[in-house]
């Protein structure tokens, strides 16, 4: 085993318990991911959904579903931005930028906006790989494209849902309308486009004492907060707090 400077033996024995249980998390995590490439056909796709985006010299196009599928890639993931963000939603706003000028119920969710910065330097890694990667938003697409351009997001393609009911049918749209966060993979295979897997978390009855995670181990910021000795701060829970509705 290795040890830090100046670290007591009260310490190393209590890191190294610890890390037997990160063994056993990382061995649980690869069961889970066994366990989900293991799924039977999901449902064939209802309709090949129109959304309203940009073309390859940034002019609006209407962009149906299958083309988002490159060429030998098989394998889409849509990630289900929160903009407009939560009606229960309490944090800060945008304060500059013409996304500052939307009315504070328009505004894109906060943390949306935190992963998707982190996943926009990730999608060049994951086209590579062989996969196709969209984010889909309930805005139009002038507000969801400002944003991209005031975030610096200059790799993932930004698909407004405005005029469809794909958020709606696959569960990241409540009855009320208020937008939820959802992941969804999509296959395609012979007999047309699949749903894949989408996280559910959202959707099932927290244990006690756990904060909601709705998108299962995929929402980072708050993974990393896990690893300071703060963890996810009583301030941060509070201001969460909107996050319960949206698992109810």
Same mark, same amino acid.
């Given at each position: 085993?290795?040890?830090f400077?100046?670290e007591?033996?009260?310490y190393?024995s209590?890191?190294?318990?610890?890390?037997?249980?990160?063994?056993?998390?990382?061995?649980?995590m690869?069961?889970?991911?066994?366990?989900?490439?293991?799924l039977?056909p999901?449902?064939?796709v209802?309709? /090949?959904?129109?959304?309203d985006?940009?073309?390859?010299?940034?002019q609006?196009?209407?962009?149906?579903?299958?083309?988002?599928?490159?060429?030998g890639?098989?394998?889409l993931?849509?990630?289900?931005?929160?903009?407009?963000?939560?009606?229960q939603?309490?944090?800060?706003?945008?304060?500059?930028g013409?996304?500052?000028?939307l009315a504070r119920?328009?505004q894109?969710?906060?943390?949306?906006?935190?992963?998707?910065d982190?996943l926009?330097?990730?999608?060049?890694?994951?086209?590579?790989a062989?996969?196709n990667?969209?984010v889909?938003?309930k805005?139009?697409?002038?507000?969801?494209?400002t944003l991209g351009r005031?975030r610096?997001w200059?790799?993932?393609r930004?698909?407004?849902s405005?005029? /469809?009911?794909?958020?709606?049918?696959y569960?990241?749209?409540a009855?009320?309308?208020?937008?939820?966060?959802?992941?969804?993979?999509?296959?395609?295979?012979?007999?047309?486009i699949?749903h894949?897997?989408?996280?559910?978390?959202?959707y099932a009855?927290p244990?006690p004492?756990?904060?909601p995670?709705?998108?299962?181990?995929?929402?980072t910021p708050?993974?990393?907060m896990d690893?300071t000795p703060?963890?996810?701060?009583?301030?941060?829970?509070e201001?969460?707090q909107?996050?319960?509705?949206?698992?109810?």
């Amino acid at each position: 085993m290795i040890s830090f400077p100046n670290e007591s033996q009260e310490y190393r024995s209590a890191r190294e318990k610890l890390l037997e249980k990160e063994i056993e998390l990382r061995c649980t995590m690869e069961d889970v991911a066994i366990a989900r490439r293991g799924l039977p056909p999901g449902g064939l796709v209802p309709q /090949n959904y129109v959304f309203d985006g940009l073309d390859a010299d940034g002019q609006p196009v209407r962009i149906k579903l299958s083309e988002l599928f490159a060429p030998g890639q098989d394998t889409l993931l849509i990630y289900n931005m929160m903009f407009p963000r939560h009606p229960q939603e309490t944090r800060d706003v945008a304060t500059s930028g013409e996304t500052a000028k939307l009315a504070r119920q328009d505004q894109p969710c906060p943390s949306c906006t935190a992963l998707l910065d982190h996943l926009d330097r990730a999608v060049g890694h994951m086209t590579a790989a062989g996969f196709n990667f969209a984010v889909v938003a309930k805005t139009s697409l002038d507000n969801l494209i400002t944003l991209g351009r005031e975030r610096d997001w200059a790799n993932m393609r930004l698909l407004s849902s405005a005029g /469809n009911s794909f958020k709606r049918d696959y569960h990241a749209e409540a009855e009320d309308g208020a937008q939820l966060p959802m992941l969804s993979v999509f296959h395609r295979d012979a007999e047309g486009i699949r749903h894949f897997w989408s996280s559910e978390l959202g959707y099932a009855e927290p244990e006690p004492g756990q904060d909601p995670r709705a998108l299962c181990t995929v929402d980072t910021p708050w993974n990393l907060m896990d690893f300071t000795p703060e963890g996810r701060s009583q301030a941060w829970r509070e201001q969460l707090q909107y996050a319960d509705a949206c698992c109810s």
